[in-house]
């Protein structure tokens, strides 16, 4: 893809360094940011006296596969609330509900207006009847301790760089880091949804200032992607033999590109992304992208 090797030009010519770093790495099956968002809400659970860890997500959630085989890797009760009461039908044709199954999480099913109140004390109380003694995880795994386990994601080799990028979904991640950066550092986040809400989420947790949000690179809003973006996570494959995954690296990562070939970042400058991992994804969105005829992301053969 040409973009590719003009912004590659763009980094020569400005003397820009871009460096990587693979969190994605951290775990064959807890990746990136859901590593350090679990760590220690897994270690609160084993030392309270809670049945069953509860949370929720999508179809194609790497939050609830993750949550799941971090279940049965510490032998944990745990139950995926999952959105769209229709999935039940599919979980065998689903590879992230059904490896999910497969660590032995439960599931419970619900439609999507149901799922817009499951942060209410109705529903809350629902579970908590059902399923006994529950610690209730919120989308995503953000809390406070999930924030905890993020900030842990830059060390001291990290302090070299000037701007440090991330993908952000509910903005846990991208606080931990916001908080362990150094005053010189600008953290920038690229959110997979429309809107700015997100700003707010973030300064719950976020005490530093030193960021932003840039809303350009969404491709339509969460779970949208484009041929313009699977092109782009081919062909950087093809380049650097590094897997993006579609909902969030991949956007972050074109975003970031595509700011070098603007001028965005100053000459000399040192840029840090943060791959937040989120590959098992892939398979789920190559089967929509099949159904769509477009051309799928290339996998690990």
């Given at each position: 893809?040409?973009?590719?090797?003009?912004?590659?030009?763009?980094?020569?010519?400005?003397?820009?360094?871009?460096?990587?770093?693979?969190?994605?790495?951290l775990?064959p099956?807890?990746?990136?940011n859901?590593?350090?968002?679990?760590?220690y809400?897994?270690?609160?659970f084993?030392?309270?006296?809670f049945?069953?860890?509860?949370?929720?997500?999508?179809a194609?959630?790497?939050?609830?596969?993750?949550?799941?085989y971090a279940?049965?890797?510490?032998?944990l009760?745990?139950?995926?609330v999952?959105?769209?009461?229709?999935?039940?039908?599919?979980?065998n044709?689903?590879?992230?509900?059904y490896?999910?199954?497969?660590?032995g999480?439960k599931f419970e099913?619900v439609?999507?207006?149901?799922y817009?109140k499951k942060?209410?004390?109705?529903?809350l109380?629902y579970l908590?009847?059902?399923?006994g003694?529950?610690?209730?995880?919120p989308?995503?795994?953000t809390?406070?301790?999930?924030v905890?386990?993020?900030k842990?994601i830059l060390?001291?080799?990290?302090?070299?760089?000037?701007?440090?990028?991330c993908?952000?979904g509910?903005g846990?991640?991208?606080?931990?880091?916001?908080?362990?950066?150094?005053?010189?550092?600008k953290v920038i986040g690229f959110?997979?949804?429309?809107?700015d809400?997100?700003?707010?989420?973030?300064?719950k947790?976020a005490?530093?200032?030193?960021?932003e949000?840039?809303?350009?690179?969404?491709?339509?809003?969460y779970?949208?992607?484009?041929e313009?973006?699977i092109?782009?996570i081919?062909?950087?494959?093809?380049?650097?033999?590094?897997?993006l995954?579609?909902?969030?690296t991949?956007?972050?990562?074109?975003?970031v590109l595509?700011?070098?070939?603007?001028?965005?970042?100053p000459?000399n400058?040192?840029?840090?992304?943060?791959?937040t991992?989120?590959?098992?994804?892939i398979?789920?969105m190559?089967?929509?992208l099949e159904k769509?005829k477009?051309?799928?992301?290339?996998?690990?053969?």
């Amino acid at each position: 893809m040409d973009s590719i090797n003009q912004n590659i030009s763009s980094i020569t010519d400005r003397q820009i360094v871009l460096q990587v770093k693979r969190e994605d790495s951290l775990h064959p099956f807890i990746s990136g940011n859901k590593f350090r968002k679990l760590k220690y809400n897994i270690d609160f659970f084993k030392e309270s006296l809670f049945d069953t860890l509860i949370t929720f997500g999508g179809a194609y959630s790497n939050h609830i596969a993750a949550t799941a085989y971090a279940c049965k890797e510490n032998g944990l009760n745990c139950v995926g609330v999952i959105r769209g009461d229709e999935l039940w039908r599919e979980i065998n044709n689903n590879p992230t509900l059904y490896f999910a199954q497969q660590c032995g999480m439960k599931f419970e099913f619900v439609t999507r207006d149901q799922y817009r109140k499951k942060d209410s004390n109705e529903f809350l109380n629902y579970l908590k009847n059902k399923y006994g003694s529950c610690y209730v995880l919120p989308e995503g795994g953000t809390n406070d301790l999930a924030v905890k386990g993020c900030k842990e994601i830059l060390n001291q080799g990290d302090v070299e760089f000037d701007y440090i990028c991330c993908a952000v979904g509910t903005g846990g991640t991208i606080s931990g880091i916001i908080d362990s950066s150094k005053p010189h550092q600008k953290v920038i986040g690229f959110p997979a949804l429309k809107g700015d809400f997100l700003k707010d989420e973030i300064r719950k947790f976020a005490n530093n200032k030193n960021w932003e949000l840039i809303t350009d690179y969404h491709f339509g809003g969460y779970g949208k992607v484009t041929e313009e973006l699977i092109d782009f996570i081919n062909n950087f494959y093809t380049k650097t033999s590094i897997f993006l995954d579609p909902i969030y690296t991949g956007k972050m990562f074109f975003g970031v590109l595509d700011l070098i070939n603007r001028n965005y970042f100053p000459k000399n400058g040192k840029i840090l992304l943060i791959h937040t991992g989120g590959l098992q994804g892939i398979e789920g969105m190559n089967k929509l992208l099949e159904k769509r005829k477009m051309n799928k992301i290339i996998v690990n053969e």
